[in-house]
């Protein structure tokens, strides 16, 4: 029986002494959200999206070997992206099959905007995958429309309103799905003045009644050529009294990094710049 509190995030105490590796084998995305840009970059930026490379599963399985010798107190094998892993399901599923096999007592993590992710509840949760990370930062369409440009189904992408509807749609069965197979689920919301901060109450009290464990919610990051790259960054003074209002509702989160698409090491001492040549090495 693995030791679910062994996760740095979802547990705060532990987050000094376990760590995590982000394994980057999701590239694509099936959804565009407002304020995401994905570059692919070495060491010089830090926030999800961004990676040095792209492992294919077999890859990503050597380099969580050769991670594990340098760092043996990674107890979390996730994949963050630096797209969707269910917009890669077959990559993200391979590559759980692999670390399963090689690396049974690892954490097993997914981060993912719960577009995709109905079909795969079964497959993820027979694989053993403990924690499951949902972003949600709306359970009102009008709102979400504002934060999302499009949403991709199969070979149909919805704009507006209509997408933003069908997205909220696929998170909330997502999160009751991961909860009916007793996975353990936090919920990223991303604050945006102006857009949603007033509305990250009504988002904690639905992902509170739906079961999920934790919210995290996470200001915003202004990127270069995105739609929201003049929106300021919003400080602690925004953001603490919204994580004390959504308390009494669900546990709150308060020590998220923000990390990259291939981040390592525990939380505090991120090892992605010096862990970047083995990276690229497993990638060729
Ligand atoms: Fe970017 Fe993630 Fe949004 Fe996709 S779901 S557009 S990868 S932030
Ligand atoms: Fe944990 Fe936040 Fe980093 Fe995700 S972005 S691995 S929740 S610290």
Redesign the pocket.
């Given at each position: 029986m693995k030791d679910t509190t062994k996760h740095p995030c979802f547990n705060k105490e532990n987050a000094g002494s376990c760590g995590r590796v982000h394994l980057p084998v999701a590239p694509k995305?099936n959804?565009?959200?407002n304020y995401?840009n994905?570059k692919y970059d070495c060491v010089n930026e830090s926030r999800?999206?961004v990676t040095s490379s792209i492992l294919k599963p077999f890859q990503a399985a050597e380099y969580m070997d050769a991670v594990l010798e340098k760092e043996p107190r990674i107890t979390v094998a996730g994949i963050a992206?630096?797209?969707?892993p269910f917009a890669n399901p077959q990559e993200v599923l391979e590559t759980m099959r692999l670390l399963n096999k090689k690396h049974p007592h690892l954490l097993f993590c997914l981060s993912t905007?719960g577009m995709g992710i109905l079909p795969y509840l079964d497959d993820i949760a027979e694989l053993g995958v403990s924690h499951v990370t949902i972003?949600m930062s709306a359970v009102d369409p009008a709102i979400g429309a504002k934060i999302y440009s499009w949403v991709q189904d199969g070979n149909t992408i919805h704009y507006g309103e209509e997408g933003a509807k069908l997205l909220l749609d696929r998170q909330l069965k997502a999160i009751k799905g991961l909860k009916d197979r007793n996975i353990i689920v936090k919920i990223n919301s991303i604050a945006i003045p102006g857009i949603n901060d007033d509305h990250l109450l009504e988002v904690a009290k639905v992902a509170s009644e739906l079961g999920a464990d934790i919210q995290n919610i996470i200001p915003l990051k202004p990127t270069a050529d995105t739609l929201f790259a003049d929106i300021e960054e919003p400080n602690h003074s925004l953001i603490g009294p919204l994580r004390k209002a959504a308390t009494p509702y669900i546990k709150q989160m308060t020590h998220c990094k923000r990390c990259r698409a291939d981040a390592v090491g525990l939380l505090s001492k991120d090892q992605s710049a010096s862990l970047c040549g083995t990276l690229q090495a497993c990638a060729q």
């Open positions: 995305c959804i565009q959200c995401c994905r999800p999206g992206g630096p797209g969707d905007n972003t």
